[in-house]
């Protein structure tokens, strides 16, 4: 089978998947309402004011990522529950091909509706924050996508959610039950952060932000000049990444070793 029609077998098994649609629209509405929610709840003293709009702008993202991780999860542990993945890996052999076609086909949807989550939470920050004081009143930008630092927070957070997915997809694969990569890829994105907490030695809890992919993941979204930032916002996305493109590749190896 060719790459092509890999791709489109892929689609087609997402797109006739009830739960697909509902984890979609759950992403954008979850984002959103949990961004406007802590927009809301947020306001600036006239003594002063350290907030960062666009991350208090975009804050739903934390939310929002675990209706995608479940996404991602299912797009790959339901066909082992069912036994579909036989079916799969008889029609497609070259397993490696499986693979990189559902990390395209969960990719593109993720895409999509983190592109409208973002900009659905942005444009209601952009309308909440300026009349909580949490703007030019206090000395902080305004959310606007001509502020390339605000441009790379937005844009950011739509990589953000698909290097989620592709985590999960990768820990999915590696797992094969729906319950245990869950667990597991909730835990990777909020252990850190709890660890770090509870943690009093400042070197620790400063490795700690860097090294989780949540922590470290969600330093694209600054956007104002903060001492106490753990990871540069690429750097942070990159870690991400590699936590990502480590997912996969215990996915992959789990996938070529083991029969369905």
Not at 51 to 72: E, N
Not at 155 to 169: D, K, M, N, Q, T
């Amino acid at each position: 089978m060719s790459p092509r029609e890999a791709l489109h077998a892929e689609w087609t098994k997402a797109r006739t998947l009830s739960g697909t649609i509902w984890l979609l629209l759950g992403t954008i509405a979850l984002t959103t309402v949990a961004s406007t929610a802590t927009a809301a709840a947020s306001t600036c003293h006239a003594a002063g004011c350290d907030l960062d709009p666009a991350r208090i702008g975009l804050g739903g993202i934390q939310l929002g990522q675990t209706t995608v991780a479940v996404l991602a999860v299912v797009a790959v542990a339901g066909e082992y529950s069912t036994g579909t993945i036989r079916v799969s890996l008889a029609a497609i052999p070259r397993r490696p091909l499986v693979l990189a076609a559902k990390a395209a086909v969960l990719t593109a949807l993720v895409l999509a509706a983190g592109t409208a989550a973002v900009l659905a939470s942005f444009l209601a920050g952009r309308r909440i924050l300026p009349g909580n004081g949490v703007g030019p009143d206090h000395g902080l930008p305004t959310l606007s996508l001509a502020d390339g630092p605000i441009l790379r927070a937005v844009v950011g957070s739509v990589l953000y959610l698909v290097l989620i997915a592709l985590l999960g997809l990768g820990v999915a694969t590696a797992v094969r039950d729906s319950a245990a990569a869950i667990g597991t890829v909730l835990g990777l994105l909020y252990l850190f952060p709890i660890l770090a907490a509870v943690v009093t030695d400042p070197g620790w809890h400063r490795r700690l932000q860097q090294i989780g992919p949540m922590t470290a993941g969600l330093a694209v979204q600054a956007t104002t000049s903060r001492p106490d930032l753990p990871i540069g916002p690429w750097a942070g996305l990159g870690v991400l990444a590699a936590w990502a493109a480590a997912a996969l590749l215990a996915g992959l190896l789990a996938l070529r070793l083991r029969d369905a």
